[in-house]
C-alpha cells in the first residue's frame, strides 16, 4: 500500500495523507518503445513508476549504479504522477506494451493478473536471479496472491495516526497502545471543547483505516473475491462519522478543501489525522507545530488490526528478457547503496542489507522507523487480504462518495446503497 514522503495518491492518501494529485510531472527519460536487443548482446529494458520529481532523481540514480555493475543492461525510465501513470499504464496493456518492469501496489494485483499482464517471478527467484531472502518482517509476501509472486516489495508501512503533539499536550491527552475508540472519540470532543479546534480532520472515507476497524470486529473491507462487509457495518461507521464532523469534532470538509494541497492537520485546522506512517514527512515539511505518530484505536484495547503495506517491483508478462527484469528487480531491493540513495522515498526499506544501509538522520524518518519497530513489537500485525480485481475502482468509490455525505450532499442511507452499487459493479468486471 502500502509506499515514502512524497508518495501515493489522494486515495491512498485520505486514505491517508499526503497528495500525488498536486505532483502534476512530466515523464523522466524515455518511453515506450519495445524492449530490445542490440548486436553485442546488450539488451533494454523499459522502468516506469509514479510519484514526484525527489524520487524520479534517486531512481535515476539507483538506475545509474545498476547499469554500472550490469553494462549489458540498458534501463530506459518513465514517470509521471499517481494518475498519469495508471492511464498510461492501461493503455499500454491494452496495446500489449506495458513496461517491462513497474512500480506497483497491492490493489492491482490480481486486476492485472487476471488480465494475463503480470509475470508470476517465482520461477526467476527458482532460476537464481531474484532473491526472497532477507526481507524484513515477512513483507515479501505481500506480493504474493494465488501462489504467484506478482510483486516484490521495495518498503513497507503501515496505517498510523499523526498527531499535533503541542495540542495533545495542552489538552492533557497522552494516547498509548491498545486505547479504544470510545478512549480517542472523548479525546476528539475534549481537543475540541477545550483548544476550540476539530480533533481530526476527517477518518470516515479512508478505506484503509475502515478495512482496520473491520479487521478488529473478524472481518475485513475485502475477501478474496469481494466486499467482507454488509450494509448495516457501513451505515453504522459512516453515520458515526457524519455526526461527528456535524459537532465540529471533525474538520468541516469544505475546509479540508480550502486547504489543499495541504492537510488540515499542518494548516492548523485539526489535532490529528489518519495516514500511512511513512507519509508523516510531509506535515513538519508543511505545518509549525511539531507531530508524532500515535497508536491506533482498538476495540477490544489489543488488536490494531494493522499489517504491513508496500509499493512493490512487478515484471510484465510479455517481456522480452524475464531474467535481465528479475536481475534488476534483484539489484533495486537487495544493494546497499540503493537503500542509502532511496532512503525512506517508498516508505521503510523492505530488505535488511538496505534497511542497515540506510541511517536517517531527520527527526521524521527516525520516527517512523521507530513507529514500525514498536507496532512489530506489540505483536499486533496481521496479515493483509489481497485485493480482488476492481479493488481500485472500489477505493476510489469510497472517497469519492463518503466525501460526498460528508458534507451533506449525499444522505448516509442513500450513500451507502450507491457504494454497494458501484462496488458490485466494480468487483464484477
Known amino acids: 500500500m502500502g509506499n515514502n514522503g512524497s508518495v501515493e495518491r489522494r486515495t491512498v492518501l485520505k486514505a491517508a495523507g499526503a497528495s500525488l494529485a498536486t505532483l502534476g510531472l512530466a515523464a523522466a527519460t524515455g518511453c515506450g518503445g519495445d524492449s530490445d536487443g542490440a548486436g553485442d548482446g546488450t539488451v533494454t529494458i523499459r522502468y516506469a513508476w509514479w510519484g514526484a520529481d525527489e524520487r524520479a532523481k534517486r531512481i535515476n540514480r539507483s538506475v545509474a549504479l545498476f547499469e554500472k555493475k550490469y553494462p549489458k543492461i540498458k534501463v530506459k525510465t518513465d514517470f509521471q504522477d499517481y494518475v498519469a ?87 492533557g491527552i497522552k494516547p498509548k497502545q491498545g486505547w479504544t475508540w470510545d478512549e480517542y472519540s472523548a479525546a476528539l470532543k475534549k481537543i475540541h471543547d477545550s483548544e476550540k479546534t476539530a480533533g481530526d480532520t476527517g477518518y470516515f472515507s479512508i478505506m484503509y483505516l475502515y478495512d482496520l476497524y473491520l479487521r478488529q470486529n473478524g472481518k475485513a473491507f475485502f475477501t478474496e473475491d469481494g466486499l467482507g462487509f454488509d450494509e448495516a457495518d457501513l451505515t453504522e461507521w459512516w453515520t458515526d462519522g457524519y455526526n461527528r464532523v456535524k459537532a465540529g469534532i471533525i474538520t468541516d470538509p469544505k475546509r479540508v478543501e480550502q486547504d489543499k494541497p495541504k492537510s488540515s492537520l499542518s494548516a492548523g485546522h485539526a489535532a490529528s489525522e489518519f495516514t500511512w506512517d511513512n507519509f508523516t514527512v510531509r506535515y513538519t515539511a508543511e505545518g509549525d507545530s511539531s507531530y508524532g505518530l500515535a497508536p491506533i484505536p482498538t476495540t477490544d484495547g489489543k488488536q490494531t488490526g494493522q499489517y504491513l503495506a508496500s509499493l512493490m517491483l512487478s515484471a510484465s508478462a510479455r517481456t522480452k528478457h524475464p531474467k535481465e527484469v528479475a536481475q534488476f528487480i534483484d539489484f533495486m531491493v537487495h544493494d546497499p547503496e540503493v537503500g542509502k540513495i532511496m532512503g525512506y522515498d517508498r516508505g521503510i526499506l523492505a530488505t535488511t542489507e538496505q534497511y542497515d544501509a540506510f541511517k536517517p538522520a531527520d527527526a521524521p524518518s527516525k520516527a517512523i522507523a521507530q513507529y514500525e519497530q514498536d507496532v512489530a513489537a506489540a505483536g499486533v500485525l496481521g496479515a493483509n487480504t489481497p485485493h480482488p480485481a476492481g479493488a481500485d475502482t472500489v477505493e476510489s468509490a469510497f472517497l469519492r462518495i463518503g466525501g460526498d455525505m460528508s458534507q451533506g450532499t449525499t444522505k448516509v442511507s442513500d450513500a451507502v446503497k450507491q457504494f454497494f452499487s458501484e462496488a458490485k459493479t466494480a468487483l464484477a468486471v
Open 85 to 171: 501513470f495508471w492511464e498510461k499504464f492501461q493503455t499500454q496493456a491494452a496495446g500489449g506494451n506495458p513496461p517491462d518492469v513497474f512500480q506497483n501496489a497491492v490493489g492491482f494485483l490480481r486486476k492485472y493478473d487476471k488480465r494475463g499482464i503480470l509475470l508470476d517471478l517465482k520461477s526467476q527467484i527458482d532460476a537464481g536471479n531474484l532473491s526472497l531472502e532477507n526481507f524484513r518482517a515477512g513483507v515479501e509476501k505481500v506480493g504474493q496472491v494465488d501462489g504467484k509472486q506478482l510483486g516484490i516489495p521495495v518498503g513497507s508501512n503501515t496505517m498510523s495516526l499523526v498527531i499535533d503533539e503541542k495540542v495533545f499536550e495542552k489538552a
